[in-house]
């Protein structure tokens, strides 16, 4: 009889922590659609305040376009390729609701967003441009946004915490963030 009870409180430790595991599993996944609901919103708002704005979904991803540059003079329709180089100004934000503001920030080297965010940066080479190759050491959500982007674009990339750093905190950025980045492109190369 011991034997039994044994096996049975087995048994019952195991389905309770099959049911943890599987309601967490669900919370997780309520957090994530909760993120593409707000960025959906973000998106919605920026479209109705810009026009020409362009909406671009790639695999978990939103890149949304300002002021589209297809129809300025002077400028290639080329858009980064995998493998490419792209250099741009940056500020990122962790997504908590559907806007982004000035204390969501969490890194820039735009010197006009540091400024309006009150930050005091007294290091001018923080505000140098970046230039990265488009490969996998970016943060997926990124790496999918960046992907076709245009020289002189100005877009938001919109990714929730499934494609930025997952159940990993990172610096100051919480564990599951969904994440903004605001990026002004400079140039892009996929030679």
Request: net charge negative; charged share 15%; glycine share 8%.
């Amino acid at each position: 009889m011991p034997e039994m009870n044994r096996s049975s409180l087995l048994l019952s430790a195991l389905l309770t922590l099959g049911l943890v595991f599987g309601c967490t599993k669900q919370s997780v996944q309520a957090v994530y659609d909760k993120q593409e609901t707000n960025i959906s919103s973000f998106v919605e708002a920026q479209v109705k305040k810009d026009s020409t704005a362009t909406v671009t979904y790639k695999n978990g991803t939103v890149r949304l376009t300002l002021h589209d540059t297809l129809g300025r003079e002077g400028l290639r329709a080329d858009s980064l390729s995998a493998g490419g180089i792209v250099s741009f100004y940056y500020a990122g934000y962790v997504l908590k609701g559907s806007n982004v503001s000035r204390d969501q920030l969490f890194a820039t080297n735009h010197k006009a967003t540091a400024d309006a965010a009150g930050w005091n940066i007294s290091d001018t080479t923080a505000f140098q441009i970046e230039t990265l190759p488009l490969d996998d050491s970016l943060l997926p959500g990124l790496y999918n946004g960046l992907e076709g982007v245009r020289n002189q674009d100005e877009c938001f990339i919109l990714f929730s915490g499934k494609y930025a750093y997952g159940s990993h905190t990172q610096g100051t950025i919480p564990a599951r963030s969904a994440l903004v980045y605001h990026i002004w492109v400079s140039s892009i190369s996929n030679d």
